[in-house]
């Protein structure tokens, strides 16, 4: 008796080292070849996650943004006072519970991530264009998956 499968190629392995060192450095290369153009105030790595976070879970709080980015509660606390005194976090207490505050985006925070996010996408079309129309196919083949390891990596853990 056969088992299922059993005519099927054995799975290639993927070395996800490479993988993860070319992701960081596609990250890095496009922030740094795209902001300058955008007219928005640089904002550190640590930020611009923080923000993130809340701009994908409006109603968030202090807590779980740090408990989602794995840093310390003190460390997130201090700089989403940036983000609050840039305009581009507002803070709610909650009526019940004055100890409960949700983070929200500005619409500022929401025209900046529109803005940063046409930027980033400006510098992937022209470094892919020197690509082989192929190697964009397999880019483009990959996405879905790609979205999908993004949302699995941005649980928290």
């Given at each position: 008796?056969?088992?299922v499968?059993?005519h ?13 060192v070319?992701?960081?450095d596609?990250?890095?290369?496009i922030r ?13 790595n ?13 109603g ?7 408990s ?10 201090v ?5 609050v ?17 949700a ?24 470094a ?5 129309p192929e190697?964009?196919e397999?880019?483009a ?5 790609l979205?999908?390891l ?5 649980e928290?853990?």
């Open positions: 008796m056969e088992s499968g059993a099927e190629e054995p799975a290639k392995v993927l070395d996800y080292r490479p993988l993860a070319s992701i960081i596609i990250s890095s290369d740094r070849k795209s902001h300058n153009d955008t007219g928005v105030r640089p904002l550190s640590g930020v611009l996650e923080i923000l993130r976070v809340i701009e994908s879970h409006p968030i709080t202090v807590a779980e943004v740090a989602r980015l794995g840093r310390q509660f003190s460390n997130v606390s700089q989403l006072r940036e983000l005194a840039a305009g581009l976090v507002t803070r709610v207490r909650d009526a019940a519970d004055k100890r409960f505050v983070l929200y985006p500005t619409p500022e925070s929401q025209r900046i991530k529109k803005l940063l996010e046409g930027a980033w996408a400006e510098a992937l079309v022209s892919s264009s020197r690509l082989l190697e964009r397999q880019i083949a990959s996405l879905p998956a979205q999908r993004a949302a699995f990596l941005s928290p853990e």
